[in-house]
């Protein structure tokens, strides 16, 4: 069975920094990368991030660029995202889920996890 469980929301002033953990089971890295979407109140749920966690390619949303690292710890199996420099449009529900890198993006090819919620105040 395919599980991605996530961890690390909460709040956090602005400015501040936050770290999200998707610990993976039942899929390996070698078939799959793995992806951050988010879903802010009353939006669409968007790509962040995503890593090739055997090749160490990445990928961000210009959003999150220069503020956000995504990393692997593939002896775990867990992927982390390093959120700093947070702003208040960051607030959302932080998910993540298997992927696939398409051109320069990724996209879910599903598996997701249960969300983790990331309030950023001003």
């Known amino acids: 069975e395919v599980q991605l469980v996530e961890s690390g929301g909460g709040l956090v002033q602005a400015g501040g920094s936050l770290r999200l953990s998707c610990a993976v089971s039942g899929l390996t890295f070698n078939d799959y990368a793995i992806a951050w979407f988010r879903q802010g109140p009353g939006t669409e749920r968007e790509v962040v991030s995503c890593?090739?966690?055997?090749?160490?390619?990445?990928y961000y949303a210009d959003s999150v660029k220069g503020r956000f690292t995504i990393s692997s710890d593939n002896a775990k199996n867990t992927v982390y995202l390093h959120m700093n420099g947070l702003k208040p449009e960051d607030t959302a529900v932080y998910y993540c889920?298997?992927?696939?890198?398409?051109?320069?993006?990724?996209?879910?090819?599903?598996?997701w996890g249960q969300g983790t919620q990331v309030t950023v105040s001003s």
């Open positions: 889920t298997a992927a696939l890198f398409l051109g320069s993006s990724c996209a879910t090819v599903g598996f």
């Open positions: 890593i090739n966690a055997i090749s160490g390619l990445t």
